[in-house]
């Protein structure tokens, strides 16, 4: 088993920033693919971005947030980052880590681990 605790959600005005941060601990060795979701109220979960967690730490972003938002890892620690720039009240959102074994890095159904979720909000 892998546990996922997110943290660093919260409200920002249009134009800002924030850091995200995903905290996995159980049996992560296994582990080849880190995932960021997102889902906004009335609307299915969305990829937003994902990292290869062993090998080469390869990115894939959806095409929303590319430019703007960077995935990245810290092995040592056993975390994943999210930094999201130049925010805009469209990625308003609950914000989901996830886990999976295989390199599916955007298919939703792939991920075998996820988060509690940490809420982001944008205000116009």
């Known amino acids: 088993q892998v546990q996922l605790v997110e943290s660093g959600g919260g409200l920002v005005q249009a134009g800002g920033s924030l850091r995200l941060s995903c905290a996995a601990s159980?049996?992560?060795?296994?582990?080849?693919?880190m995932g960021w979701f997102r889902q906004a109220p009335g609307k299915g979960r969305e990829f937003v971005a994902a990292?290869?967690?062993?090998?080469?730490?390869?990115?894939v972003y959806a095409d929303s947030v590319k430019g703007r938002f960077t995935i990245s890892r810290d092995n040592a620690k056993n975390t994943v980052y999210l930094q999201m720039n130049t925010l805009k009240p469209e990625d308003t959102a609950v914000y989901y880590c996830?886990?999976?074994?295989?390199?599916?890095?955007?298919?939703?159904?792939?991920?075998?681990?996820w988060g509690q979720g940490t809420q982001v909000t944008v205000s116009s």
């Open positions: 996830a886990a999976q074994y295989g390199s599916r890095w955007s298919e939703r159904f792939a991920y075998d681990y």
């Open positions: 159980g049996r992560t060795s296994g582990t080849e693919t």
């Open positions: 990292i290869s967690w062993r090998s080469g730490g390869t990115t």
